[in-house]
Each structure stands twice: as structure tokens, then as C-alpha cells.
T-cell receptor
């Protein structure tokens, strides 16, 4: 069965510091991975999808099939990045599998 | 229109009440979903409708009854709920159901349900 692991419940950094939110997955097929973000009192929004290899709001994520990881990175954190981040796996069969989420707290 | 609209935003209901949550999208998406999200937890899948047919029911208690009247609307009928059912109920849609459609899932802002 598929599984997504986000080992950190809370990640607290200072403004301007680099950020790395960890995500590991378990899936025997070819994964489609995404990062979703949920800002306070706002809806879940798609942040990144691995297939597009784009950078959104300065965030990037590279799929490493050897390590089965899809870590989210940003070189310089901003206060407005404070939110809950979910790593999500789409197997195409049973909708989305969410990781447990990591709350990013960027302090001034 | 690129949004999923959910109504009401907040709902307080007693354990003997019957209420309904509504979800609407006009993006032409053919798959729609209900998720339940407890505080500080990730969303948990409840139901999936694909081309207006129920394709997945994640062993949800019968006090939750989904309905998909047409390709744009999704309802969740609630009856005899328990206080532990209090949560944020999220609706989502995607272009196709069960096709791994490149994460084209759009989420609504949710209905915050409190059962008293």
C-alpha cells in the first residue's frame, strides 16, 4: 500500500534562513507527487507538482526515486511562508494519499 | 470559474438533526471528492464520485450519505451525527477520476461542522 511520511510536525526557522521540508514515500508504481499548502484559514492549494519541475514562490522539490524522497526546499524563508505543508501522492486509483503535514513557522 | 464552492461555511447541528453540505464546481471536472479534516491532521478521504457515480466509499458510517445530482454538484447529507464527527469537511474536484491526472485537484474552503 502507498504511504507518505513527513517526519517533522513542526519546523521553525528565522526569516532568511534556508528551509527543507522532508517527505518520503512508499509506492511500488510510478509515483505522482505534489506539495499542497494550507495557509491559516485558507483552502488547500497546490504548490508544486513533480512532473512540472517548476519553482513556485521560490520553492522547489526534486523527486529522488532512489531515495523515494520529494523534499521541499527554499533558500530564503519569508514570514508569509508560514503555513501547513502536505506532501501528497497520487496513485491514480484511490484519490490522494496525504502525509501527516509539517507546520512551517517562519519567525521574524 | 476555477473554484470549488462549498456551503455553508459553518454549521452547528444537534445529534438528531438532518442537514446537508453542498459543493459546486463549474470547471467541467468529472471527479468529485469528500474529505474530512480534523484539527492539525491531514484530510482523510471519505467518498469519490467519478462521472457522477460513487466509485469509492472509504467505509464511512451510513450517517453520512453522499449524492451527486449532476456533474457540477456534490452533496453530503448528514443525519444523527455524533460529536466526534465535528470537523472541517472538504470538497475537491479533478478533471478525471482515478486517472492520476497530474494532481489537478481543486479544493473548496470547506464547511466547519460542529455537532452538539
Amino acid at each position: 500500500a502507498q504511504r507518505v511520511t513527513q517526519p517533522e510536525k513542526l519546523l521553525s526557522v528565522f526569516k532568511g534562513a534556508p528551509v527543507e521540508l522532508k517527505c518520503n514515500y512508499s509506492y511500488s508504481g510510478s509515483p505522482e507527487l505534489f506539495w499542497y499548502v494550507q495557509y491559516s484559514r485558507q483552502r488547500l492549494q497546490l504548490l508544486l507538482r513533480h512532473i512540472s519541475r517548476e519553482s513556485i514562490k521560490g520553492f522547489t522539490a526534486d523527486l529522488n526515486k532512489g531515495e523515494t524522497s520529494f523534499h521541499l526546499k527554499k533558500p530564503f524563508a519569508q514570514e508569509e511562508d508560514s503555513a501547513m505543508y502536505y506532501c501528497v501522492l497520487d496513485t491514480g486509483r484511490r484519490a490522494l494519499t496525504f502525509g501527516s503535514g509539517t507546520r512551517l513557522q517562519v519567525q521574524p | 470559474d476555477t473554484e470549488v464552492t462549498q456551503t455553508p461555511k459553518h454549521l452547528v447541528m444537534g445529534m438528531t438533526n438532518k442537514k446537508s453540505l453542498k459543493c459546486e464546481q463549474h470547471m467541467g471536472h468529472r471527479a468529485m471528492y469528500w474529505y474530512k479534516q480534523k484539527a492539525k491532521k491531514p484530510p482523510e478521504l471519505m467518498f469519490v464520485y467519478s462521472y457522477e457515480k460513487l466509485s469509492i466509499n472509504e467505509s464511512v458510517p451510513s450517517r453520512f450519505s453522499p449524492e451527486c445530482p449532476n456533474s457540477s454538484l456534490l452533496n453530503l447529507h448528514l443525519h444523527a451525527l455524533q460529536p466526534e464527527d465535528s470537523a472541517l469537511y472538504l470538497c475537491a474536484s479533478s478533471p478525471q477520476g482515478g486517472q492520476g491526472h497530474w494532481g489537478g485537484y481543486t479544493f473548496g474552503s470547506g464547511t466547519r461542522l460542529t455537532v452538539v
